[in-house]
């Protein structure tokens, strides 16, 4: 069984910065992709940015330049790191973690960009 546990969200003012971390548990295949997801009110969940294993990353237009992923395979975390917040930013925030064909969610995390 996988768990994944996120953490960092919070309130901040335009132009803030915040830094989400997700940690992954449980029987975890060395060979993966970690991602992070959001999803605002009324909207559908969008994928953020994502990296592999190898460290190849990808990430939406909407976030290129002002957020950066990462991770530590050897602890099985990855965490993004968000720059210059825009009130369109604000959702929450899930880890994702994909292996084998399988797909794991965390919680969420709520990220509030407001003045």
């Known amino acids: 069984q996988v768990q994944l546990v996120e953490s960092g969200g919070g309130l901040v003012q335009p132009g803030g910065s915040l830094r989400l971390s997700c940690a992954a548990s449980g029987s975890i295949f060395s060979i993966n992709d970690m991602g992070w997801y959001r999803q605002a009110p009324g909207k559908e969940r969008e994928l953020v940015a994502a990296i592999t294993s190898g460290g190849n990353t990808d990430y939406a237009d909407s976030v290129k330049g002002r957020f950066a992923i990462s991770r530590d395979n050897a602890k099985n975390t990855v965490s993004l790191q968000m720059n210059s917040l825009k009130p369109e930013d604000t959702a929450v925030y899930y880890c994702?973690?994909?292996?084998?064909?399988?797909?794991?969610w965390g919680k969420g995390t709520l990220v509030t960009v407001s003045s």
């Open positions: 994702n973690l994909k292996m084998v064909g399988l797909a794991y």
